[in-house]
């Protein structure tokens, strides 16, 4: 299984790749986004990490060319900047995971494996989920409700799935970190209140009936009160 590590620390970059490859992964390395950019373009990678502060251009703007070409290659983003702010910004630039500086190895490979098996796994699903006057298109990956058509992000788009599926349950920030979006839930984090006050103004604020509900202390719900 073939990797991509762009780090512009001499250090981090020969322990990361020395630990992923005795545990078996082939890894190419880049010092500086242009050369990871480069390397991302002409081959095929099960799983690109890199950190945000490298020079040439950084993960962010990396992260977003990678994005911009169609190309759904998995990205972990590592960073020493761990404020809630920035683990946004990294996801909305399409990264899948982030790792906050300094972080233990094994905790980086439960991450790698985690996301290289998701990157394996191929849906041919083509479908219409509904609730109430909610319709969303997993083909398509439209949203409307009410007729009105309603853009979500990627990360919103798939946390409104997981909530149409199990409408009615109350749902907890850390099934929602681990199930919809394949990351360990950190509990100094509020990324999961932001995304879903996100989704909340997008689906809700417009409309009469509120479908998105919080259970203080406990989740979120899908449902009709």
């Given at each position: 299984m073939k990797l991509l590590l762009i780090e512009d620390e001499p250090k981090t970059l020969q322990s990361v790749k020395q630990g992923l490859e005795e545990n078996g992964y082939e890894v190419d390395i880049a010092y500086d986004g242009l050369i990871g950019r480069q390397l991302a373009k002409n081959n095929t990678y099960q799983l690109i990490i890199s950190d945000i502060i490298i020079?040439?251009?950084?993960?962010?703007?990396?992260?977003?060319?990678?994005?911009?070409?169609?190309?759904?290659?998995?990205?972990?983003?590592?960073?020493?900047?761990?404020t809630t702010d920035d683990k946004v910004t990294g996801l909305d630039a399409g990264a899948d995971d982030y790792l906050v500086k300094p972080f233990e190895f094994k905790e980086l490979l439960a991450r790698v494996r985690a996301l290289t098996k998701r990157g394996t796994t191929v849906s041919h699903t083509a479908q219409v989920l509904r609730f109430a006057d909610l319709e969303v298109s997993l083909d398509a990956k439209t949203v409307h409700r009410s007729g009105?058509?309603?853009?979500?992000?990627?990360?919103?788009?798939?946390?409104?799935?997981?909530?149409?599926?199990?409408?009615?349950?109350?749902?907890?920030?850390?099934?929602?970190?681990?199930?919809?979006?394949?990351?360990?839930?950190?509990?100094?984090?509020?990324?999961?209140?932001?995304?879903?006050?996100?989704?909340?103004?997008?689906?809700?604020?417009?409309?009469?009936?509120?479908?998105?509900?919080?259970?203080?202390?406990?989740?979120?719900?899908?449902?009709?009160?």
């Open positions: 020079p040439g251009i950084n993960g962010i703007e990396l992260c977003r060319e990678i994005r911009s070409w169609g190309d759904e290659t998995p990205i972990l983003m590592l960073t020493a900047l761990g009105n058509k309603i853009n979500l992000t990627a990360r919103e788009f798939n946390l409104l799935v997981y909530l149409i599926r199990n409408q009615g349950r109350v749902i907890s920030k850390v099934e929602i970190a681990e199930q919809v979006w394949d990351i360990g839930f950190d509990t100094g984090t509020n990324v999961i209140e932001v995304y879903v006050n996100y989704l909340r103004k997008k689906i809700d604020k417009d409309y009469p009936v509120k479908l998105i509900h919080t259970q203080f202390g406990m989740g979120y719900v899908l449902k009709i009160e």
